[in-house]
Every structure is written in structure tokens, then in C-alpha cells.
């Protein structure tokens, strides 16, 4: 079953409406302490980041029947005990950043960019570089749903079918077309509109800008080991995952949900796996900034399927 996620935002003070307080986070973080043994959550100075957009999940099986399945995946005879792909590909700078998606509700669409930079490098042997945006789909793709969350086999196709230009991060002025959504609620306002232009002042037009994928294809379902294989042969992958309460406030170590209700579904890059303390984890960048865990990235439960983390997975492959 397809998931078609309207997705965790970052910069938003409220859930479904209500304020979020600082007692509420402190009562929060109190039940977690008493109960969480594998990770460490914590009260955020700025809460009101940490919000979540009024959400749900969606399901589209007939769709899944069109998606690509990786078949004939090259045996990988002993993959190790931990990986990072950061450590494996050191040339690829884009590997040690994380992304943030602001008052968007486009974890689909920014996790993905993210995880197609990196390929571009590292399939190049990082003799190519470049930052792909998100803004793409969020202004061009019809089978996108720009902030209010989508599948994310449609932003992989869309990178084959139609391409995708660079664009930085907010405010950051760099390439084709920068990332649109800060961290303002009224930011979600914004209406983008497929203009095909580039930013005033880039050197490039919207066409030379645009690359493309070679394919794009979704990973077995609930298979840790084709996961580890597809990480450590082509780079990062995009995973999906349930999100409860307890997600906001994680800091540290390995996340497993112990409290607090549902709050949507998810999409995040997954850059490596290990152990910690005995406790098997993916290594994922999430997009809510730095400010958030650990300088943006989490850990959380490996080989149990913990909140449906290997369900579904995607990656695709880029041409030169």
C-alpha cells in the first residue's frame, strides 16, 4: 500500500489548533524519561518550531501496481555491522547536511532532493556536484501536492520523466530556484506557481539547469537486508514511517515511540545503520533543521518494523 504523506512540518505552534506550552512539552518529555531506555528527549527552547500540521494518512493501492520493484539487486556477500555512507563517500559533502522543509508540509519532496544529491555525487565519484531543489515539485509536478504532503514514488518519477533543477536553501539565494518555505506560519501561504524560470541573476536557464534520473524504483517491502544493500551499493534511500508525540522532543540514541498519540506520517533520508548499547538502528536526516536532535539527524529502531520504518522505501539512479 502507497502512503501519500501529509507531512510533519517544523515550523508551525500548533496541534490541530492548540497552543503548544511549555508545560505541555515538560509533561511530555517527564513521561518519556520514565519510560524510554534507548533515547534521550529533551524540552526545546523554541517550541513553537516544533509544531504539526493537522494531518492524516492516505492510502492508494492501485497505484502501487505501477511503481517499479527492485529485482536481480547484486548480492552484497557480508554487509557490516554499522555503516555511514558519510564515511564511504567522504567527497560528498551533501552527505553531512541536513535539510529543512520550514512551514511546508513537503518531507516527501525535500527528502527526496536531498537523497538524489547525494547520488549525484556519489555515482560520479564526486566529480559532480549538485544541490537538486525541491521546488520542483512543489511548483511543477501535478502528481505532487505541494504542502500539503504527497507520495513520494511521484517525486522520484517526476525527477526521470521531467527533471529537476539546483536550488539552495531558504534565503540562501543559490542556484536555479531556492527553497521557498522559512520557518514563518505565514510562509505557507505562499502560492508557487510553474513558472520554468530561473532566479534573476543565475547564470543558467531554467532547461540547461534541469537534470534527470535513469530510473527510479521502490525497494522490497519490510526487507532490512535489501535496505542495507541498496544504502551501501548507491547511497542514501527515502524510508516513510508513522510519527507519534513522543518524535517531537527526541534528542539522542536510538528512538523507539513509547508515548504520545499519532500524528501523521513521515518521509526522511536514511543515510546508515549500527547499534547502540545492543539496540539496532537506521541512521535518518530529518528535515526540521539542525536545531533539532542531533544537529538534524536521529536514530531510531532497526529490523522490527518499529512504526512501519520498513515499509516502504524508494530510490532511483541518475543520468549523466
Not at 510562509?187 to 534520473?213: E, F, H, M, W
Not at 523507539?256 to 547502540?276: K, L, N, P
Not at 538502528?281 to 530529518?286: E, G, S, T
Request: aromatic residues 14%; hydrophobic residues 30%; contains cysteine.
Amino acid at each position: 500500500m502507497e502512503r501519500n504523506f501529509l507531512c510533519l512540518i517544523a515550523a508551525i505552534g500548533s496541534i490541530s489548533g492548540l497552543s503548544i506550552t511549555d508545560k505541555i512539552q515538560e509533561a511530555l518529555v517527564s513521561a518519556i524519561r520514565s519510560r524510554a531506555r534507548s533515547w534521550v528527549a529533551q524540552v526545546y527552547d523554541r517550541p513553537e518550531e516544533f509544531g504539526v500540521m493537522k494531518m492524516s494518512l492516505g492510502l492508494n493501492e492501485s497505484e502501487m501496481n505501477d511503481i517499479p520493484r527492485l529485482q536481480n539487486q547484486r548480492s552484497v556477500r557480508a554487509l557490516p555491522a554499522s555503516f555511514d555512507a558519510r564515511q564511504k563517500w567522504p567527497y560528498c559533502p551533501s552527505l553531512n547536511q541536513t535539510r529543512s522543509q520550514g512551514s511546508c508540509g513537503s518531507c516527501y519532496a525535500v527528502s527526496t532532493a536531498a537523497v538524489i544529491t547525494d547520488r549525484y555525487c556519489i555515482h560520479s565519484g564526486g566529480q559532480r556536484q549538485f544541490y537538486f531543489g525541491s521546488t520542483g515539485y512543489l511548483s511543477c509536478c501535478t502528481d505532487c501536492y505541494k504542502c500539503d504532503g504527497g507520495y513520494v514514488h511521484k517525486t522520484f518519477e517526476y525527477w526521470v520523466k521531467s527533471g529537476l533543477t539546483s536550488g539552495g536553501p531558504y534565503y540562501s539565494r543559490q542556484g536555479c530556484k531556492p527553497y521557498p518555505f522559512g520557518g514563518a506560519t505565514q510562509d505557507v501561504n505562499i502560492v508557487l506557481k510553474c513558472d520554468r524560470q530561473c532566479q534573476a541573476g543565475y547564470p543558467l536557464t531554467y532547461s540547461q539547469d534541469l537534470k534527470y534520473g535513469a530510473s527510479s524504483y521502490i525497494l522490497p517491502w519490510e526487507d532490512e537486508n535489501a535496505m542495507k544493500a541498496e544504502i551501501y551499493q548507491n547511497g542514501p534511500i527515502v524510508t516513510t514511517f508513522d510519527v507519534y508525540g513522543d518524535f517531537f522532543q527526541y534528542s539522542s540514541g536510538v528512538y523507539r515511540h513509547v508515548t504520545g498519540a499519532y500524528s501523521g506520517g513521515h518521509a526522511v533520508r536514511v543515510i546508515g545503520w549500527g547499534v547502540e548499547n545492543g539496540v539496532k538502528y537506521w541512521l535518518c536526516a530529518n528535515s526540521w533543521n539542525k536545531r533539532w536532535g542531533e544537529n538534524g539527524f536521529f536514530k531510531i529502531v532497526r529490523g522490527e518494523n518499529h512504526v512501519g520504518v520498513e515499509n516502504l522505501s524508494y530510490a532511483g539512479l541518475p543520468k549523466y
